[in-house]
C-alpha cells in the first residue's frame, strides 16, 4: 500500500513535467508532435503600419484597451488578473506589441504578454493594528493594480484633514510601465498565429464590372522578340509530367483546377498536364477565367505565329488585359501559358483555348454564365480532356456553407456532365499577386505573402504531384495538387493604380 502511494506521488508529480520542460513560446509541430521553439522570425510582406493596424484590432476584439507610442511602432494594452488573488500575491498581465520596418512593404512585429507579480515589488508589510490589515485587504480586492484612477489623485492637507485633489497629468506616464519594477514577458505565438492569419490566409479578390482599360500605344513583353520569333513554331516549355495527374486524362473528363491566383506554378502545372495529354494523343480544351467576349482576340492568337505584333494586338485590343486594376487572373504566368498553347497547337497538337468567365455579372449570375460558357464549348468538342483553371470557390462541386442559394460553377457542371473532378491545391508559404482589401478596407492590388491553411500545407514528406482522397471532402475535392513554395506572378500590363481616393474601384468577388 505504502508502495502504491509513493507510486501515485511520484506519478501526480511528474505528471507536468513535460510541459515545465518545454521552451518559452514553444509550439506543437504538427510534422513531430515535438514542442519546438521556432528558430525564424516571420517576415510579412506588409507595410508596418497596417501589420501593427491588425495586431491591434486582434487586441482590441479580446476587449483590451490599447495605447500606442508615439511613431506606431509600440503598443501596450490594458491589463487584466487571470483569476483573482489576495493581495500581495497578484499577477497582472498585459500586451506589448514591437513593430520593426524592413523595407516600404516587409515588417517583423513581435507580440509579447507581460506579466507583472506583487511579490517582486512588495518586499515587507509593516506592523498593523488589530482589524486594519482586514480593511486593507478588502479594499485592495476592490481596486485593481493599474487602476488609472490610482494616479488620478492625491491628497492634501484640508481645514477638515486631507482630501482628494486632481493631479494635473493624471496619466503622464501612459503607457509606460504603471508602478512595477519587474516585468516577465514571453513572446505570444498563439496571437502572432493570428496575425498571421489575417494577413496572410485571406480569399483573393476578382475585380468584375466598371474596371476601366487604361489606353495604351504600344506593347514590348520579353520573350517575344523578333529574333526569337522568326524561329517559329517554338516548342512548348512541357517540362516533366505532373505525377499522378495522368489517371485523371480521358476523352470528355473534366478537370477543374483550383488557380490561386497571380503565381506562377499553377500556370506551369496546367502546361504540364496539357502537354501529357496531347502527348497521348487527346484532344485538349484549356479553359480559363477570363471573361468570353475575349475569345476572338484568343483564336486569332492562336492562330498567329506568335509575332511581337500579334501579342501586341491581343494586348492592346483587349480590355481585360488594359484594366485599372489587375488581379491575378491577367498574370504574366497566365499570358505565358497562353502562349505555351499556341505553341501547343502550332507544333500539331489539338488543343482549343476557351475564355468562359462572365463580364459584370457576380454571386449566382456570374456562376451561371461561367457554366453555360463552359458547358457550350464542351458540346462542341465533347471528346476533349478539358483543363478548367479558375478560383478555389468557383471550382468546388458541393455548395457553400455560408450560403445555401449559392451554386458554384463546379457544382453546376458536377451536375450536368458525369466525369468532372475538382483538384484542390497544397503548398508551402510564397508570394502571390492578388488584390485584397487592406486594413483601410479599401482594395488593393499587390505582391502579398500567402500562408496555406492547416488543410493544405504541403508537409516535408509530401512530394508534388496529384494526390487523389478515398473519398470527395464536404467542398467537393477530388483530391489535391501540392506544388511547393508559391511565387507571385504580376500581371502582364503592370502599372500602379490611382489612390482609391480618386477612383472608385470595381465590384470585388471572392
Aim: with cysteine; charged share 20%; net charge negative.
Amino acid at each position: 500500500m505504502r508502495l502504491h502511494g509513493a507510486l501515485l506521488g511520484l506519478g501526480l508529480l511528474c505528471s507536468g513535467c513535460a510541459a515545465l520542460s518545454r521552451g518559452f513560446g514553444a509550439t506543437s509541430n504538427e510534422d513531430t508532435g515535438e514542442y519546438e521553439t521556432p528558430a525564424e522570425e516571420l517576415v510579412y510582406v506588409v507595410p508596418v503600419e497596417d501589420a501593427m493596424m491588425v495586431a491591434r484590432r486582434i487586441l482590441e476584439e479580446q476587449r483590451y484597451d490599447v495605447m500606442e507610442k508615439e511613431g506606431g511602432l509600440e503598443m501596450f494594452t490594458s491589463a487584466h488578473e487571470p483569476g483573482k488573488n489576495t493581495p500581495g500575491v497578484r499577477t497582472i498581465e498585459r500586451y506589448y506589441v514591437k513593430g520593426e520596418r524592413l523595407g516600404p512593404r516587409r515588417a517583423v512585429v513581435r507580440v509579447f504578454r507581460l506579466s507583472y507579480n506583487d511579490m517582486e515589488t512588495q518586499l515587507e508589510i509593516p506592523p498593523q493594528a488589530m482589524g486594519k490589515r482586514d480593511a486593507d485587504m478588502f479594499a485592495a480586492l476592490d481596486a485593481h493594480p493599474f487602476d488609472a484612477t490610482r494616479d488620478a489623485f492625491t491628497y492634501a492637507n484640508g481645514p477638515n484633514g486631507p482630501r482628494a485633489v486632481p493631479m494635473e497629468d493624471p496619466f503622464k506616464n501612459a503607457p509606460g510601465m504603471e508602478r512595477f519594477r519587474m516585468v516577465r514577458g514571453v513572446r505570444d505565438l498563439d496571437i502572432e498565429r493570428t496575425l498571421l492569419q489575417r494577413l496572410e490566409m485571406v480569399p483573393a479578390l476578382e475585380l468584375v464590372g466598371s474596371n476601366a482599360p487604361v489606353p495604351i500605344r504600344s506593347v514590348t513583353l520579353d520573350g517575344w522578340q523578333a529574333a526569337q520569333a522568326q524561329q517559329a513554331p517554338h516548342a512548348p516549355e512541357c517540362g516533366t509530367p505532373v505525377e499522378g495527374a495522368g489517371p485523371l486524362m480521358a476523352p470528355g473528363h473534366v478537370l477543374l483546377l483550383a488557380d490561386p491566383l497571380g503565381t506562377r506554378e499553377l500556370p506551369s502545372a496546367a502546361l504540364r498536364m496539357l502537354c501529357e495529354a496531347t502527348a497521348k494523343g487527346l484532344a485538349v480544351t484549356l479553359a480559363l477565367s477570363l471573361p468570353a467576349s475575349e475569345q476572338p482576340l484568343l483564336e486569332a492568337y492562336l492562330a498567329s505565329a506568335g509575332q511581337p505584333q500579334d501579342i501586341q494586338t491581343l494586348l492592346s485590343e483587349s480590355p481585360f488585359w488594359r484594366r485599372t486594376y489587375q488581379d491575378g487572373r491577367s498574370s504574366s504566368a497566365m499570358l505565358w501559358l497562353i502562349e505555351q498553347a499556341r505553341r501547343l497547337r502550332a507544333s500539331g497538337k489539338d488543343i482549343s483555348l476557351v475564355a468562359f468567365d462572365a463580364e459584370k455579372a457576380q454571386g449566382n449570375e456570374r456562376e451561371a454564365e461561367m457554366a453555360k460558357h463552359l458547358l457550350a464549348h464542351q458540346q462542341g468538342r465533347p471528346q476533349a480532356w478539358t483543363l478548367v483553371l479558375a478560383g478555389g470557390t468557383h471550382v468546388r462541386t458541393a455548395g457553400v456553407d455560408w450560403d445555401s442559394d449559392y451554386a458554384p460553377l463546379g457544382a453546376r457542371l458536377a451536375k450536368a456532365l458525369p466525369s468532372v473532378r475538382a483538384l484542390d491545391v497544397g503548398f508551402t508559404r510564397g508570394t502571390q499577386f492578388s488584390c485584397r482589401y487592406n486594413v483601410w478596407d479599401a482594395v488593393e492590388c499587390n505582391v502579398f505573402a500567402i500562408s496555406p491553411t492547416k488543410e493544405v500545407r504541403q508537409k516535408p514528406d509530401i512530394a508534388a504531384g496529384v494526390r487523389l482522397f478515398p473519398q470527395p471532402l464536404a467542398e467537393g475535392f477530388h483530391g489535391r495538387l501540392y506544388v511547393g513554395a508559391l511565387n507571385a506572378s504580376p500581371p502582364a500590363l503592370h502599372r500602379v493604380a490611382p489612390s482609391t481616393a480618386a477612383q472608385t474601384p470595381p465590384a470585388a468577388t471572392p
